[in-house]
């Protein structure tokens, strides 16, 4: 008797299985659409519905446990020479440019006896071209509770811009962008720039350029502005000189959980104004577009420098690297940023940007390291250029981006440690970082400070404006092995972060490049921020229609081995 009842249930459970309470409905469920409701979606969007083929399928005999029609050989191995391209994502409404936030579910390297499953990636994704579009992608994951995720270029370290079983709303076509030349309000006169959604970087440098203005904007052309750029903080070449994207941001419009669109501003729905301006991406609304401020364009110098490891010379290389950081606070202080790398090759200044300098003088911010090398009779390269403007600036930059390649974790380098201790325990920490087999620490040397007249008056973390490092750690992904790639991840939480995190205590870490198991990040990613955000997304979310790990309100929620996500 008790066999059959179990051999019933199990039957039952197989066909059509009951969402469990406070989880969210996925496929299999008897409550997750009929194929006939998703088609009346599709319809509601004009014919935009993409279901899910993850991008690397063409590399898999198998896709979702059938014989799959699109196995192409030669389209895998072409796929493989362009996977680690920020470009090769972009064009995809589901593919998460940090590998391991697709489950290793269609893994492109591992032969095409492996099958292609779905995976973490979203089940559909609304390929927006309105608000109107976002407004029904939020009723239709509400009325059937489902979880919603908002894609815009998918290069979150975080994984926050993918989730399994979900509905994406896909923002990167929305690619307008205009000019308001007399932009004026009580704190603001001046030009701004209207962007759509689905800007990205390049874009915005290029039209900004072409009016002679320039906005501020991150270091990778193709991350996009309006998401989760500019609503985690967003910093780059023209931080030290303006502040982090969102100490620039005028006016949002936005779709809130409720459906409304809305315009946020310093006056009109000032907390969500607040929010928005660092307290996350995918948590309080889906931004529709941001107004930034513009400022008339600047010629630059920048420069490269490049010390190696030859194997021989470790203590003396990073010696030289502590002098390096010494000269960090005068450098941010006039206006510029430098990204270093430190790994087992070496150190690289790849490069220092200081808008409106000569190269002689931002040459002249390293003289001490050029001492310290010639003392030491080291061999290093330095060369420095002049740019006419921004965007020449920018588009010089030979540093090639390059994703899908590294596991990340973050933390902010305060100045007053170097100002305080000097740099030896700094060093310390580095060294142990970067000569880890794989590993590499990178530098973001900048000040913020000045974006702002006070830390609270925009909602990034508070810790932003002293840190004068926001460092990231970087492990490798190993294609071949996932349990090396997740160990790898461990590591980053386990053994490499507590290096940094002894050096600050109590301190924080960017957001949009911190590791996604940071303990404690309602205090790490937001600071004293959080409880304020937290009432802000209750108040305008509720129902927590909006959820990405680690976004504000998020630790409700817990995913299940299966995917699904469920109030804990
Ligand atoms: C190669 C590379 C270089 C980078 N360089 C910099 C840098 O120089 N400076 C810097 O500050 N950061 C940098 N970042 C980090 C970057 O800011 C984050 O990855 C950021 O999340 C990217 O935002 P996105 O909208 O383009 O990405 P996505 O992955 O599409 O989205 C990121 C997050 O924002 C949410 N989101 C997207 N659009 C919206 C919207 N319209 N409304 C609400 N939520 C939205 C998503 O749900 C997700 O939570 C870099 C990242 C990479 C991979
Ligand atoms: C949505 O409709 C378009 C146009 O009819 C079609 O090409 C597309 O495959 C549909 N999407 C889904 C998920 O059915
Ligand atoms: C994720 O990967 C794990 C380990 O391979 C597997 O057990 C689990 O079923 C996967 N989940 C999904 C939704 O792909
Ligand atoms: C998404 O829509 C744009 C037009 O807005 C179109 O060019 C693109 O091909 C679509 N992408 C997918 C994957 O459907
Ligand atoms: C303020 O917001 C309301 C609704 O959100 C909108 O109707 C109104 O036009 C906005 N006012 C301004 C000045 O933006
Ligand atoms: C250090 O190693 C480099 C490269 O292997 C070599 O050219 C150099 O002579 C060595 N220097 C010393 C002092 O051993
Ligand atoms: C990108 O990463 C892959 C994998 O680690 C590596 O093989 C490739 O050389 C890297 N490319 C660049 C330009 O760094
Ligand atoms: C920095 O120096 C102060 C005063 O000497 C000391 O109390 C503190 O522990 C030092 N911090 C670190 C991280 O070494």
């Not at 959604?197 to 309006?226: D, H, K, R």
């Amino acid at each position: 008797m008790p066999l059959i009842s179990t051999a019933i249930f199990l039957l039952i459970s197989a066909v059509i299985a009951i969402t469990p309470p406070r989880c969210r409905s996925i496929p299999g469920d008897a409550s997750w659409p009929t194929s006939k409701q998703w088609d009346l979606l599709n319809q509601t969007v004009g014919g935009n519905l993409v279901a899910t083929i993850p991008i690397a399928a063409p590399c898999h005999k198998t896709l979702f446990g059938k014989p799959s029609p699109v196995f192409n050989q030669e389209e895998c191995d072409a796929l493989r020479n362009i996977w680690f391209y920020p470009t090769t994502h972009l064009p995809s409404s589901s593919s998460p440019m940090a590998y391991v936030f697709s489950n290793d579910s269609c893994n492109p390297f591992l032969g095409p006896e492996t099958p292609c499953t779905i995976g973490y990636h979203v089940a559909y994704a609304v390929n927006a071209t309105s608000a109107k579009d976002f407004q029904t992608a939020i009723r239709f994951a509400k009325d059937n509770n489902i979880r919603l995720v908002i894609r815009n270029t998918g290069h979150d370290y975080l994984g926050k811009s993918t989730g399994a079983h979900a509905l994406g709303i896909w923002t990167h076509n929305l690619k307008s962008i205009s000019l308001l030349q007399e932009y004026h309000d009580e704190n603001y006169e001046g030009a701004a720039i209207k962007l759509g959604a689905g800007v990205e970087v390049i874009q915005a440098y290029e039209f900004a350029a072409s009016y002679g203005l320039l906005v501020v904007g991150g270091n990778c052309p193709t991350v996009g502005i309006a998401g989760g750029y500019i609503q985690g903080g967003g910093h780059g070449p023209l931080s030290s000189k303006f502040g982090l994207a969102a100490d620039q941001v005028l006016e949002y419009e936005v779709v809130t959980a409720d459906g409304e669109l809305i315009t946020a501003t310093n006056k009109n729905n000032s907390d969500l104004f607040w929010a928005l301006r660092g307290g996350g991406g995918s948590t309080y609304g889906v931004v529709v577009s941001v107004t930034v401020k513009a400022f008339p364009d600047t010629s630059s110098a920048m420069s490269y420098m490049e010390v190696p490891n030859t194997g021989n010379n470790t203590d003396a290389l990073y010696s030289v690297i502590g002098t390096f950081l010494q000269t960090l606070p005068r450098l941010v202080d006039a206006g510029a940023i430098a990204i270093f790398v430190v790994s087992a090759a070496g150190f690289s200044l790849t490069p220092a940007i200081a808008p409106g300098m000569q190269p002689v003088e931002l040459d002249s911010h390293f003289y001490p390291v050029f001492d310290r090398l010639h003392k030491l009779g080291l061999d290093y390269t330095y060369s420095s250029s002049a740019h006419p403007t921004f965007l020449d600036t920018f588009n010089a930059v030979t540093t090639v981006s390059n994703v899908s390649d590294q596991n990340l974790g973050g933390r902010f380098i305060p100045r007053s440690l170097i100002e305080s201790n000097g740099t030896n325990a700094l060093v310390d920490a580095i060294r142990y970082i970067s000569t880890r087999e794989g590993a590499l620490f990178v530098g973001n040397s900048i000040n913020v400070k000045k974006g702002v007249s006070a830390p609270d008056d925009v909602s990034a973390n508070p810790h932003f404006r002293d840190t004068l490092i926001s460092a990231t750690i970087g492990t490798s992904i190993d294609y071949m092995n996932m349990d090396v790639t997740l160990d790898n991840v461990r590591s980053i939480t386990d053994d490499l972060l507590p290096k940094l995190e002894a050096l600050t205590p109590g301190g924080g870490a960017y957001l949009s490049e911190g590791d996604v198991h940071q303990p404690d990040f309602q205090s790490t990613f937001y600071g004293d921020h959080y409880n304020r955000l937290l009432q802000i997304k209750r108040q305008y979310d509720p129902q927590d229609v909006f959820y990405a790990k680690t976004a504000v309100g998020s630790e409700r929620w817990e995913q299940g081995l299966d995917g699904r996500l469920c109030l804990v």
